[in-house]
Nanobody, 122 residues
Framework: QVQLVESGGGLVQAGGSLRLSCTASGGTLSSYAMAWFRQAPGEEREFVATMDWSAGRFRYLDSVKGRFTMSRDNAKVYLQMNSLKPEDTAVYFC????WGNGRVDTSAYQYWGQGTQVTISS
């Protein structure tokens, strides 16, 4: 069973950047469809980014398009976050799915990391 660990969160000022990373143990990331989600206090967990292999493109939450970029290599999945805003404050989670790709619903993902806190000050 794959275990996911996120890193790279922190406190930055609005307009700043952060790069989140997700690593896996007990499995190879290339075997899974990967995604990033986030959850703000009192809110439901929401989709942020994933790759839709069948369409050959990344999918992003509308509010992060043009600011966030997801990428991956054989060992890690990344989320480069630029022009950060206070409303981006949340715990960010890495998620892996054994089946399908390009899914934006949390139910599609079987494995989750513990999350990394991202706090953006105004």
């Amino acid at each position: 069973q794959v275990q996911l660990v996120e890193s790279g969160g922190g406190l930055v000022q609005a307009g700043g950047s952060l790069r989140l990373s997700c690593t896996a143990s007990g499995g190879t990331l290339s075997s899974y469809a990967m995604a990033w989600f986030r959850q703000a206090p009192g809110e439901e967990r929401e989709f942020v980014a994933t790759m839709d292999w069948s369409a050959g493109r990344f999918r992003y939450l509308d509010s992060v398009k043009g600011r966030f970029t997801m990428s991956r290599d054989n060992a890690k999945v990344y989320l480069q976050m630029n022009s950060l805003k206070p409303e981006d404050t949340a715990v960010y989670f890495c998620a892996a799915a054994q089946w399908g790709n390009g899914r934006v619903d949390t139910s599609a993902y079987q494995y989750w990391g513990q999350g990394t806190q991202v706090t953006i000050s105004s």
